[in-house]
């Protein structure tokens, strides 16, 4: 069975920085694409970046490419998602995703996801 399950968020200012976790576990050896959304109070979900597990590519939404960055420890089986100069309006529930496939581009259309974790920018 696949388990994401997220870590890392919380409440930080406006320019400050979060670096989210997502561990992953059940994915059988092949190839998975992983992803990072979002979804802020009345608005739909949104694809921030994907990261091809294997090769390392990574794709990014324009609303975050230059501030987030998307990275995979094998090792550990983690996904992480550094934030930088956050915004208010980048207050969301983040989720992370997985597709299985090496994923040209962001996806949106996950076979799972994670729980979720909350993240707040005071502005």
């Known amino acids: 069975q696949v388990q994401l399950v997220e870590s890392g968020g919380g409440l930080v200012q406006a320019g400050g920085s979060l670096r989210l976790s997502c561990a992953a576990s059940g994915l059988i050896s092949g190839s998975y694409t992983m992803g990072w959304f979002r979804q802020a109070p009345g608005k739909e979900r949104e694809s921030l970046a994907s990261?091809?597990?294997?090769?390392?590519?990574?794709y990014y939404a324009d609303s975050v490419k230059g501030r987030f960055t998307i990275s995979r420890d094998n090792a550990k089986n983690t996904v992480y998602l550094q934030m930088n100069s956050l915004k208010a309006e980048d207050t969301a529930d983040y989720y992370c995703?997985?597709?299985?496939?090496?994923?040209?581009?962001?996806?949106?259309?996950?076979?799972?996801w994670g729980q979720g974790t909350q993240v707040t920018v005071s502005s």
């Open positions: 990261i091809i597990w294997r090769a390392g590519n990574t």
């Open positions: 995703a997985a597709l299985r496939g090496n994923i040209i581009g962001i996806f949106t259309r996950p076979e799972y």
